[in-house]
């Protein structure tokens, strides 16, 4: 029989610590009921240092129907619609600041911020530059930068230097050591990658992010009772972390613990329920278990909610194809190919189906894109193939 692969999702964090204005305790508690502009920002920047972040809007809100200009104010309440999750009015207010004052360092970093989450790294890396152009003294600005090269543009390298920088500037910044490690474990320097996040650790003991990361380096290695330990760990520091469920989840799965596993990745489905990947590893986890139903269902998942899910496409065309439902499984590989036009498994896959069908024109394109992909064919699947199109060779 033909062989099958199956991958699981690791969830590395990619995380910036930096503290950008309203994170700090105020000189003076503001009254109840501010009396002037400066009582009303005050209270704001209270209720940003709390967390609650509609009142921080509603006072910088107000703030600028008294003091329309004041840049300060449109800042402020960016980061209170960043942290709330309202990323345009973010973006809004930031440009705002800017337009009144170009020179605001902090409000292109601020604006960066919000681009990355995003995912739109270049725009956030022309922010992060300019921010450092006018102060180069912003380590947060350089481990950002130093996140959108490595996540977005996949530059290790300029990654790596910005981290660097960010540690001249502040040697105690524990998470450019932990993004850095991010950055080495990338380009497979694992001495590297787990020294960082060591350190990072040493310099805070809670850090769940850099457990995570380390564990993600040991699961790389093979190493999967560190990992196992290091995941654990994590969610001693941060319960509600679900990709640390997601990892370890992961980690179980390869040492044969399915039930375990299937546990951890329900639990980070429970913390959020928009997890593409945890229903995925779920669904691999089923079906190793022979629960095709429930795979079929968690890939299908998957799928709804991330429409470009090369794997799921591929594992549920794969248990579509062992369910003798081959038009659905060629659905679902053709759907996986057109999105990665390499994929050997998907061919692999798709190939068989085609076969069944006795469409054997089909089965040998597929056959070829396979071995152009890298993959080697089951002879018998091989010798079959001829006998049934007739092909010598």
């Not at 995003?118 to 380590?139: H, M, N, R, S, W």
Request: glycine letters at 6%.
């Amino acid at each position: 029989m033909m062989w099958s692969m199956r991958s699981h999702v690791l969830l590395g964090l990619l995380v910036s610590l930096a503290c950008l204005s309203g994170c700090g305790t105020p000189d003076v508690e503001p009254p109840v009921t501010p009396r002037s502009p400066e009582e009303w920002f005050q209270r704001g920047v209270t209720n940003l240092t709390n967390n609650t972040f509609d009142r921080a809007v509603a006072d910088f809100t107000e703030v600028l129907r008294l003091t329309p200009d004041r840049v300060e104010a449109y800042h402020n309440r960016g980061e209170a619609y960043r942290l709330l999750g309202e990323f345009d009015h973010a973006l809004a207010d930031y440009t705002q600041a800017l337009t009144r004052n170009p020179r605001y360092a902090k409000a292109y970093y601020a604006r960066g911020v919000v681009h990355s989450y995003k995912g739109a790294y270049d725009e956030a890396l022309a922010d992060y530059t300019q921010a450092l152009a006018l102060d180069q003294q912003l380590p947060e600005a350089y481990v950002s930068r130093g996140i959108a090269y490595d996540r977005g543009k996949r530059d290790t390298d300029r990654a790596i230097a910005d981290f660097n920088q960010a540690l001249i500037l502040d040697p105690h910044r524990a998470d450019a050591y932990m993004n850095r490690g991010i950055a080495y474990k990338n380009k497979r320097d694992y001495p590297r990658a787990l020294a960082d996040y060591d350190r990072a650790i040493a310099l805070n003991p809670q850090y769940a992010a850099a457990y995570v990361n380390r564990g993600v380096a040991y699961d790389e290695k093979g190493e999967l009772d560190r990992a196992i330990a290091d995941y654990d760990r994590a969610l001693q520091a941060q319960a509600n972390l679900p990709e640390a469920y997601v990892n370890r989840g992961a980690a179980y799965h390869r040492k044969g613990a399915f039930d375990r596993a299937i546990a951890d990745y329900t639990q980070a489905i429970t913390l959020n329920p928009k997890l593409a990947p945890a229903y995925y590893n779920r669904g691999t986890s089923y079906q190793r278990k022979g629960d095709p139903g429930r795979a079929i269902a968690d890939y299908t998942q998957a799928i709804t909610l991330n429409p470009r899910y090369v794997e799921a496409y591929t594992d549920r065309g794969q248990l579509y194809s062992e369910q003798r439902d081959y038009d659905r499984a060629i659905d679902d590989l053709t759907q996986a190919l057109s999105l990665n036009p390499n994929h050997a498994v998907a061919s692999h896959h798709r190939a068989v189906a085609w076969f069944v069908k006795r469409d054997y024109t089909r089965a040998w394109a597929d056959v070829k894109r396979f071995q152009q992909a890298g993959g080697k064919p089951d002879p018998q699947f091989i010798r079959d193939l001829r006998r049934a199109s007739g092909r010598t060779s």
